[in-house]
Structures are given as C-alpha cells and as structure tokens.
C-alpha cells in the first residue's frame, strides 16, 4: 500500500462544525412541517428565532455588567416573555406553544390572560422612539411564525437555546455562517437577489473608500447588510481605545430598508457582527424631499447597490426636481446619494460614495442625461470599474459598474478599469462566482494609475460632447481584423497547412515511429501503483488575507487546471494540501469520467482541497507523464466505474484511495516509456497546428465582412 509522508492528526469537532451541525439539524426539523415551503421560508423563521436568543443573552450580560457596578438595569423585553422564560420552559409545547407565540390573547400556565408572545413584540415602545424597544417592535411588525405544528417547533427553539451568544469565538463563527445561510435564502427565493451584492464587490468597493473611525457610512439600500457589515468589520479593526469604540458604535453605521424580511435578515446580521444597536430606518429612504435634507444629515461615505428596474409611487417622485423625475430607481437613489454627501470644507474631505449601477445609467439620455449632468459638474467622479456579464448571476444578467466620486470639485478627467473575466472561465455561476483575488491587479493600479489594455481615461469635455453618454468602450478592443486581405490570409493559412503536412509525413516516416510499431505486449510488466505511488499530504493552515491558486481536475484524462483563487477567509475549510511539479493526482468524485492527471511546471506550489488525492510517483517504475497518459484511456476509466457504486450517477461513490493504490497496471520499460511520451509529443504538436488552421478557415466568413466594411457600422 502506500508510502504516507506523515499521517494527518484526527481533528476534535470545531465550534463551526457544531453550529453547523445545530443549524441543519434546525432546517431538517423544519422540513416535517406542512407549513414550510422551502428554504425561503425556513431561512426566516431560523433568523427571528435566534434574533430572540441573541437578544435575551445580551440582556443578560448587560444585566449582569450593571449589578456587578451596582446600577440598575430595565430590560427590553419583560417577562414572561424572555427567551429564559417560554423558551427554556420545555413543557410549554404543541398547540400551547403555538398560542403563545401567535394568539393575541393567551393564557399560561399560572392561569393568568396575557398578551401573546409577537403581539407583546410588537407593541414595544420607548419614550424616545429610537431605542432598543423600538427596533424589536420594528422586527416583529414584519414578521410570522408559518410552523404549524408546535411539537416541531419546540425542537428548533431547544436547538437554538444550545447556541451561547455570550461567547465571542461562537458569535464569530456564526456571524459567518449566518452568511452563508443568507446566500443560501436569495439562491431559494427567485426575487431575493434585489438586495444581494456579491461579497468581493462589497469588499472591494469598502477598501476603496477607506472609511476611517469618525467618519459616517450609510447604505440607503440596505437590504441584508452587506455593505454595512462589511464597513463595520473594516472599522472595528481601528477602534483600539474605548473612545473609538464607543463612536464605533454609536454613529458609524446607518441603514434603511423598507421591506420587512430584508430589515430582520440586516438586524441580525449586524448585531452578530458586533453592531449593538443597529440604526435601519425601516421606511423608504426615498420618502423625504431632496430639498429638506440638510447639513446634519449627510454623511461622510455613501455604499450601496440600489434597487434599479423598479418603479416608486407618484408621492415619491414628488420629492425630486420636476426636470429629474424618473420612473427608474436607481436614478433616483443617485440624487438622494449625491444630496446626502457631506460638502466639502476647507482642511476637510468632502463626502465620497461607491454605487453600483446597470449599464443603462451610463448610457441613458434624457432625465438620466440631466442627472449625470448634475453629478459630473459637483462631484468628481474620477473612477468607473466595469464588471463582465454574470458577476450578479442568477439574480441578474445585466451588466453593471461601479462608479466612485466625491464631493469637492467638478470631474475633469474618468479612469475606466475593466475587471477582465479569468482566463479559465467563459462567465460566472453559482459554484464558480467571483472572487476576492480578482480585484487585487485592480487595487494595486488603483494609486498608481496608467492606461494599459484594461485601463483608459476620457476627459470630461469628450463625455459633454457625447451628452453625458459614460459608456466608453475599452479603446485597445481589437474588434475587428481587417489588415490583411482574405486572399493573402487564405494563401499564408494554405501555405503554414502545407508545411504542417509535409513535417507529418516525415514524422511518421522515421525510424522513431518504425519502432512504436514494433513493441509486443510481452515486453509489459506488470506493477501495484500502491508500490509506485506515496501520498503527499503537505496541507497548509489557510491565512485569511493570502491568495491561494486552488486546482481542479478535467475529465478525459486532461489533468490539472487552475480552477479558482480565493483567498483565504473565502475558503470554507481550515487548510488546504500544497502540490509540486510531476505529482499525481485525481478527483474521488470524477475518476470514473478520466479526471486524473499530473502537476504541470506551471502548477508548482498551487493547492488543492482533500477531494483531490495527491501521489510523488517512483519513477524508476513507471515515469509520471506515462502514468498520466495511461489513464487518458477510455479503458481504464471504465475499469475504475466499477469500484464507483451507486444508484444512479448522482449519487455515485467516490473512487477510493484504497482501490486506486490496489490497481495493477502494465508497463513498457523506462526507455520505451520515453519513446512513447516523445511521439505522443510530436503527435499532439502536429495535432494542435490542424486544429488552429481548421479555426482560422472558420473565422474566414467574418473577415470578408471586416474588410468590407472597414471597422464601420
């Protein structure tokens, strides 16, 4: 069997893992229940039912904190309706549970009448309008219980109580795992993807602005908390003196989101980051007239992804110029974000913003024209970063940007950056979105700007003539070739043909293929691979900043290729196994389709998670670019199908290590192994000029039609 290099220690179950495990366990009780339907509305029910858990455990920390000081504490939720009195109370349950929770009017278990549980919730009021009570009764006015069955209940809420929010490392990892479970509600949910902005875009967009402790962020558009949370994490890492902190949480963070589900979803997700009184406004942002926002309530960064496509009441649109009204929502969130931006001031930043926008608003002309207008002449919009077609896939396939400026003086010249799409990918989908790491080239020109293929200025005097039109092409886009004319191409392609054939003939004539010919089975030796092969097992405990060039594997015997890179607090594991030149390795899930293959030079010190066994290969048996091409064959794939069982394709096995080290193969001798990789080189060369002149000839259509018309419409 094989040689191991060093055996990797069984691992005690993590705090994540428990979560987790509390987590599906929660979801997989509520799919008994007749009153669920999908994760669109499990997903909900989970959040409300922690937000109440959470809250209880803070009150009794804040509680305990204010006895130790000998000051008195008022909670927000009275009994009997804190969590440690109905929810720990585990003989309350079934249809007494349910009445409790949804009933107007109930009566417990001391005979006395009371209000129920949400009713309670959403009566809550202080005497100021703007505290903890408030928020709560805010949450729950949105809110419902769609479990029917209070026995099935009962088992959630006793799984929730098992989570402790008292404890930081737990809140921490649930805070990421509360993530995860709110990508998981916007893929379920068909029109949840109206207020989802993919992570990289968010982090990318916060380490721009730089926003710096003091200093106000708003996103008007708030939806789950994104861009908020992010803000938060990105300043909680300056605050080091109890002053900062206090500001921190105090004015740093403001929000507002009008619809219900998403104003919960963005209420938790705060206060598990670390946000103890989150600011929402759960109105429409749009709702107060442009000319009544003054001084005080600008701010000093505005992060958003405002709803666009979407059409407001005709009471909204009276609350902008008669000359800017707009069916389009994203227009108008423009204006309020440039209304809301703090003027600048002498020794003093002005307000800056990041806004995402669909190509339309770049483009449009009109109201829309008359906007940009507006915003090129008071604010320097000094960047736009074009993102490709499917980064917001499947919420939406429009195209998008992201436009930065700032209040302090009128645009006079815009960078364009064009985040280009990975050389390995055609587009973007939900298992293979966009990562972190493709924003680093862009974060690196950011302060040493310069045009490049990917990268152009305009002056803003060329956007004015063009009447405020933003939709600059990438000018190095070679769109059409028609330099050459289609004889002289068709002549060079048949001429480069021509010598690829006469190079073949003499390829196979000699005395080097003759001899291929003449190899005879008995010339193989049989070999275990369990004696040739030993387990690399290199793994690397994952840095949250570090980039990390993780390896997939093709199928048909085509071997390693770059499938993603992420960085490290991306990654959803704890570590990930480091692989070098001329390893061997394969996919447990696809070795039956002929996904094995060897670590190319170009590879070296790439990474790959423990799906994807990793082998040094003795080559004083069998050469590692010959074991590669040996498993290239149909045959061999075909052999390894049957120690992959299952019912159907879906739920196939995985090709254990164990089978592949007990495989026994046959093999010419090294010199002959030689021979073979070097024809098989030759071949391929020859295989690969074919394929770019049959490409070439297909192109040729499309090159009559270039030269006719000379790069014109």
Known sequence: MAKKKKEKAVKQETTAQRLSGIIKSCRKIMRKDKGMNGDADRLPMLTWIMFLKFLDDNENLQQTNAELEGKKYKP????????????????????????????????????????????YLRGLQSETGTERKDVIATVFKGVANRMINGYLL??????????????????????????????????????????????????????????????????????????????????????KTVEQRKILQSKSIIGGEPKSLPYL????????????????????????????????????????????????????????????????????????????????????????????????????DGVCARIKKEL????????????????????????????????????????????????????YSKTRPLSTSEFIPVTQWWNKRKVSDISWFVEVDEVVNRNYNLDIKNPSKKLEDFSVTVADKIKNELKNFNSTFDATNKLLSNGHWKSLNQINPSELREITLGNVLTEKLNYETLVPTKAYNILGCSLAGRGPFLRE????????????NKVSK???????LFAWKGAFGIIAEEFDGYYCSNEFPVYEVDETQVLADYLSLYFTRPFVWNEVEKFCKGTTKASRNRFKEE??????????????????????????????????????????PLNVLANLYQGEL
């Not at 001329?582 to 447990?588: P, T």
Request: net charge neutral; with cysteine.
């Open 154 to 239: 009962r088992d959630v809420v006793n799984k929730i109580d098992e989570i402790h929010f008292t404890n930081n490392e737990e809140i921490n990892t649930l805070s990421h795992l509360y993530e995860s479970i709110l990508k998981e509600m916007r893929d379920a949910s068909g029109d949840a993807g109206e207020f989802y902005t993919p992570r990289p875009v968010v982090r990318f967009m916060v380490e721009m602005l730089d926003p710096k402790i003091g200093e106000t962020v708003l996103d008007p558009a708030s939806g789950t908390g994104g861009f908020l949370v992010e803000a938060f994490d990105y300043l909680k890492k300056q605050a």
């Open 659 to 700: 089978f592949l080290l007990a495989m026994k193969i046959r093999v010419p001798k090294i010199e002959r192994q030689i021979e073979i990789l070097k024809a098989v080189s030759e071949l391929n060369k020859v295989v690969s000029q074919i394929t770019e002149f049959t490409s070439s000839l297909n192109g040729m």
């Open 565 to 576: 890179t992420k960085l490290g607090q991306e990654i959803s594991g704890k570590e990930l």
């Open 582 to 588: 001329g390893n061997f390795l394969y996919s447990r």
């Open 376 to 427: 090129l002449e008071n604010f320097n919009l000094h960047t736009i970063v074009k993102l490709q077609e499917g980064v917001f896939h499947p919420y939406t396939g429009i195209p998008c940007n992201l436009l930065f400026f700032e209040h302090g003086k009128p645009t006079n010249k815009i960078w364009y950056y064009e985040l280009p799409m990975p050389a390995d990918r055609k587009s």
């Open 76 to 119: 927000a939720i009275a009994s009997p309706y804190r969590w440690r009195d109905w929810a720990k109370d585990k003989n309350l349950t079934g249809d007494d549970l349910l009445a409790f929770i949804n009933n107007e009017k109930v009566k417990l278990s001391d005979g006395k009448e009371r209000t129920g549980l949400f009713y």
């Open 265 to 364: 979803l963005c209420q938790m997700n705060l206060l598990l980051h670390g946000l103890e009184y989150p600011n929402i406004d759960s109105g429409n942002s749009l709702r107060f007239p442009l000319r009544d926002i003054g001084d005080r309530e600008r701010v000093d960064i505005v992060l958003t992804n405002p709803p666009f496509g979407g059409e407001e009441e005709r009471g909204i649109l009276n609350n902008f110029p008669d000359d800017k009204k707009t069916a389009e929502t994203a227009l108008l969130f423009l204006q309020l974000i440039m209304r809301k931006l703090k003027r600048k001031k002498p020794n003093e930043q002005g307000g800056r913003a990041a806004v995402v926008v669909p190509d339309g608003i770049l483009s449009g």
